[in-house]
């Protein structure tokens, strides 16, 4: 009998190192585990061409992966991972979803204070929306790894950051301005049961995000509520909690097929 195929996708202005303590927790609960990179996002990848990649660019890479398992996966995102995760569902992929902390499809309000804050420097840039924004730690430690010691957070940062289309930025935080409006979803599409992650002190994908994705897709959904977590889901025990519930609920799913 094929192991199942877990699929874990990363998010925006990181890399698939985010996933070293999923993957190796999957592995040992014997699933087949597949963690790409992002087009651009590995260490040591060409900039050249980033600007003009987009979401559905991702998605197509995405997509094209699937096609060559030869058996439907379950599908795990995190953050802009959880968005893509749920466009290459409304494509008809996926045994299972998990969103941890998703982005937001167009239609949910993507932008807040702490959000703006988070990006503010990248919009200063001229024309930021065709430009490829460079990670800093000061973002990521408003945004996701404040709460850890310093030099853990530098050393997560280091590990994992990546430089980030500006399209794709607009793309997801600005819809309106988007012609192939490349964050739509349409729900009606989504047929998996899907696992959606929220934290309730999250600054970069605010908690409304997360109950938004759980009410557009309630008739296929499941969904957790932290209070107590922020955004960083990937480490410590955040991650105890929330990769042991992530497992239950996907056994629980599997048992009744």
């Not at 953050?79 to 995760?85: D, K, P, R, T, Y």
């Not at 466009?87 to 932008?111: F, H, Q, S, T």
């Amino acid at each position: 009998m094929n192991k199942e195929i877990v699929l874990l996708i990363h998010g925006f202005g990181s890399n698939n190192r985010v996933w070293d303590a999923y993957k190796e927790l999957f592995l040992e609960n014997n699933f087949c585990v597949v963690v790409p990179n992002l087009r651009h996002h590995g260490p040591g990848d060409s900039l050249v061409g980033f600007e003009k990649v987009g979401l559905i660019d991702y998605v197509d890479d995405l997509e094209t992966l699937i096609k060559s398992f030869g058996l439907q996966p379950i599908i795990v995102g995190y953050s802009m991972g959880g968005l893509l995760a749920l466009k290459l569902m409304e494509r008809g992929y996926g045994k299972l979803g998990v969103c941890l902390a998703p982005a937001a499809p167009r239609g949910i309000n993507a932008i807040s204070l702490s959000v703006l804050r988070l990006f503010f420097r990248n919009l200063l840039v001229w024309r930021f929306w065709k430009k490829v924004h460079k990670p800093r730690f000061s973002s990521a430690r408003f945004g996701a790894l404040g709460h850890l010691p310093i030099s853990e957070a530098w050393e997560i940062f280091e590990l994992t950051s990546s430089a980030e289309s500006g399209r794709v930025g607009v793309e997801i935080g600005f819809p309106i301005f988007d012609r192939r409006r490349a964050s739509s979803l349409d729900e009606t599409k989504i047929k998996c049961p899907v696992l959606v992650i929220g934290a309730q002190r999250d600054t970069v994908t605010p908690i409304g995000i997360a109950r938004g994705v759980a009410r557009m897709i309630a008739d296929v959904s499941d969904y957790i509520e932290y209070p107590k977590f922020g955004h960083w889901l990937m480490s410590g025990q955040e991650f105890d909690e929330v990769s042991s519930d992530c497992l239950k609920w996907i056994a629980r799913k599997l048992d009744k097929r």
